[in-house]
Structures are given as structure tokens and as C-alpha cells.
């Protein structure tokens, strides 16, 4: 859609551009693509991806006029979050193209079905009364997408980590990927919870706003207290043959004539430069403009994208290890939400002794790199964060991670079964 109406702007006449190839490539070859000289413009995914980009010096400078005179149409900041990345030399280095927050879309019908509370928290979806449909009804009631598969759903991970405290943070997470079915991607979890498969999903909000269009009976919800205001951005590879032709296809974007994209029924983004709104297509999306108004209003948690790229791989290696790997995961958690809820056998107290114990607090294990055991705290969490540079590290701690998770859910299963 953007590539067909840019190439027919006078923008794209006057620099003589009359062809655009789009290349979709998994975030984790960002890197390696842009190196290999094979992009000009980058576009997609989080702020978290585009700073380390930044940080591996992979992107250029915007620094035309025509850039900059439609840059300072958007806010610097919005709920606390940078919309632009400017570096210690003063120079943008990307610019947002759109907004998100980040929150959970629910299936009313399903939930009526399950008999599950209408979440309100993130908390919430890790409660046990979400874990009760894995016995009932043999299928999870909550979808999430792998950590390293996508940043949208890292981000809320880091948000929640942040909005509750590392620990805390854990447990939270934990819970709710114990309710989940962990998907390969954040399309599969919100296709999810459009089809009635899940009760709620964990989405970006433009997401949730897609599945309202799709299906009446969903609803995007942001969590109480616990959201950020997100900047999708826009920018320009360190190495672009196509320097003019790049920032004024990147001008075009955040335009108010580029942002009419995000007005598309089927798109639903809301947009960073607001004067979109006063254009004749924007006026036709009150519900759209109501949105992007509440949207600015949104409480949002005192987020540092500093802290969070400390440790972004570091969790997201973490994740799979201990909750997608360990095939005694679920078990576990089915096992021990069926002894409160179902059998009545242990206290409210006693689950979330156990719980916490074996299945939320961070994990002891053996660091691969130093041979000794270790906890998965936030420290070590920024320790190893700076170790994960190839792959095949990457690996090792990862399956170091799931031989300690398997073997701690397997003790509370020996626990519960002696019950």
C-alpha cells in the first residue's frame, strides 16, 4: 500500500524513484542484511530493535531538510517515550512513523464460555482461574508470543518486568505463559483470540484494534498502570547507495500524506504526526483520532529503554529455556492450579508458595560460560546480556536454562503427586 502511493507522489517524481522492492527478513538477520548492503530504508518493528541498531552504529543519520522540516511535526516525546532517537552528536537517527501502547485483547464470547474474570492486569491472565481451562477443557485460555520471535511481545515482557519489579516481574510472566499457548509469532496469538482458539491475547494495540474490525466480540484492554507509549520507527542503513532518494521516501512516510496508511481500516496504527487528522481521509476516522486521543492520555509506567536493551536478549533467551523448552512446564502448573481449584486440597497460601517457589521466582543454574551456579537476577540478566553475540552461545544458555527449569518442575510434580 505505501510502496504503490508513494511512487505516485510528486515527492517520487522529483527524485526520480519509480520502483521500491520491499524485503521482509526475521528481525534476528537485521543485522547481517544491512551489513551485506542490501537495504536502504528500514521499517518495522520496535524502538528496541531500531536502538540496537543504533547502538552497532548500523544506521545513517537523517539529516535533509526535507526529513527535518517534517520531523519537527512530531512530538519528541509522548507519555515518556522518545518518538525520535538523537545521538550524542545531536543528529536523528530514527524518527517514530507511528504509535502504539501495548495490551491484552480479549474474546468476551470465550470468556463467558470459560467462565473467566474480564482481565484488567497483566497480573490477571497468570491468575489460576486462567489455568483451569488446561484441565477442563485441555487447551489454554491465554496466547503469547515467543519472546524471540517478536519485539512487540519482548517489549511487553520488558514493561511488565519494569511495571512490577524484576522478581515480581518474573512471577507475572511465568503465570501467564503457564495459561499460554506460546506462539511462533504475535499475528498467531492475536489470530488467536480473533477465532475464539484463546479467552485473551497479549497484542500491540493496533492489533487489538484489528481484531475488533474482524470479530464484535473482542476487545482491547490496556493494562492498569502498566502500558508505554511506544514510537515505531523509521530510518536509514549506515551504508545506503541511495542516500537523497532514502530520506525522501522516509519524508514521504511521515507526511501526512505517507500517514493516511495507518487510516486504512485493515491497518488501524495510529499515527505519529498528528496533522494527518486534518486532512480530508483523516476526518472520515473520528474513531481512529478518538484513539490516538486517548491513546496520548494513557497513564504509562516510568519505562527505561536503557535498562531494557541490558538485558533483551538475555530474557528472551530465558523465556524459551524455562517456559517454552521444559516439557514438564505446563504439567506442572495443570497439576498444581487442579490441587487449589479442582481437588481443593492445598490453600490459596500454599499454591502461591509453591507456585512462586517452583514455577514464578528466577532461576538457579549452571552458568555455561563460568561454571558456576547462578540465578537469573537482573545483574547476572546484564552480565550475560553482554556475552550473547553468535548463536551458538546463545544456545548453550539456553539449554542451560531449560535443564534447570525441567528439573525444578519435575520436584513440585513429584511434590503434588504425593499429595
Not at 515527492?11 to 534476528?28: N, Q
Not at 511481545?153 to 515480581?168: D, P, V
Not at 512516510?253 to 498528528?274: F, Y
Request: hydrophobic share 40%.
Amino acid at each position: 500500500m505505501a510502496r504503490n502511493a508513494f511512487l505516485k507522489s510528486d515527492l517520487a517524481k522529483r527524485y526520480g524513484i519509480v520502483d521500491i522492492r520491499t524485503v521482509v527478513v526475521d528481525a534476528t538477520v537485521w543485522p547481517d542484511f544491512i551489513r551485506r548492503g542490501n537495504a536502504d530504508v528500514l521499517w518495522g518493528g520496535g524502538p528496541t530493535l531500531f536502538d540496537s541498531l543504533y547502538i552497532n552504529n548500523l544506521l545513517a543519520p537523517l539529516d535533509s531538510e526535507l526529513v527535518l522540516s517534517v520531523a519537527r511535526d512530531i512530538p519528541d516525546r509522548i507519555g515518556g517515550s522518545p518518538m525520535k532517537r538523537v545521538g550524542s552528536d545531536g543528529k536523528i537517527y530514527w524518527i517514530a512513523a507511528a504509535i502504539s501502547s501495548f495490551g491484552i485483547t480479549i474474546n468476551n464470547d470465550v470468556i463467558k464460555q470459560f467462565n473467566l474474570p474480564v482481565p484488567s492486569t497483566w497480573e490477571d491472565l497468570g491468575k489460576p482461574e486462567y489455568g483451569t481451562t488446561l484441565y477442563m477443557y485441555k487447551k489454554p485460555s491465554v496466547a503469547i508470543a515467543q519472546l524471540s520471535r517478536s519485539t512487540s511481545t519482548t517489549r511487553m515482557a520488558e514493561i511488565i518486568l519494569q511495571a512490577y519489579g524484576w522478581e515480581k516481574g518474573w512471577e507475572v510472566l511465568a503465570y501467564i505463559a503457564a495459561n499460554s499457548d506460546i506462539k511462533s509469532g504475535s499475528e498467531d496469538a492475536r489470530n488467536a483470540v480473533i477465532n475464539g482458539e484463546v479467552a485473551a491475547a497479549l497484542t500491540i494495540d493496533f492489533y487489538g484494534y484489528t481484531a475488533m474490525n474482524q470479530n464484535p466480540a473482542t476487545r482491547y484492554i490496556v493494562p492498569e498502570g502498566a502500558t508505554v507509549i511506544n514510537g515505531d520507527p523509521i530510518a536509514m542503513a549506515y551504508n545506503t547507495r541511495y542516500k537523497e532518494a532514502a530520506q525522501a521516501f522516509i519524508a514521504w512516510v511521515l507526511s501526512p500524506e505517507g500517514q493516511k496508511i495507518w487510516l486504512d481500516p485493515s491497518i488501524n496504527r495510529m499515527p505519529a504526526n498528528p496533522k494527518v487528522f486534518d486532512t480530508p481521509e483523516g476526518a472520515k476516522r473520528p474513531d481512529l483520532k478518538n484513539s490516538y486521543q486517548q491513546t496520548l492520555s494513557l497513564r504509562s509506567i516510568n519505562f527505561s529503554d536503557d535498562e531494557a536493551l541490558s538485558y533483551e536478549t538475555a530474557i528472551q533467551v530465558y523465556f524459551d529455556g524455562a517456559f517454552v523448552d521444559p516439557p514438564s512446564f505446563k504439567l506442572a502448573w495443570q497439576a498444581l492450579v487442579a490441587k487449589l481449584l479442582r481437588d481443593k486440597t492445598i490453600t490459596r497460601e500454599h499454591f502461591q508458595e509453591l507456585a512462586t517457589k517452583y514455577i514464578g521466582s528466577p532461576l538457579e543454574f549452571t552458568d555455561p560460560v563460568s561454571g558456576q551456579k547462578i540465578v537469573f537476577t537482573k545483574e547476572n540478566a546484564q552480565k550475560i546480556n553482554s556475552l550473547l553475540k553468535d548463536q551458538s552461545l546463545i544456545d548453550t544458555y539456553r539449554a542451560a536454562i531449560a535443564k534447570a527449569a525441567e528439573s525444578r518442575y519435575q520436584e513440585l510434580l513429584k511434590i503434588l503427586s504425593s499429595m
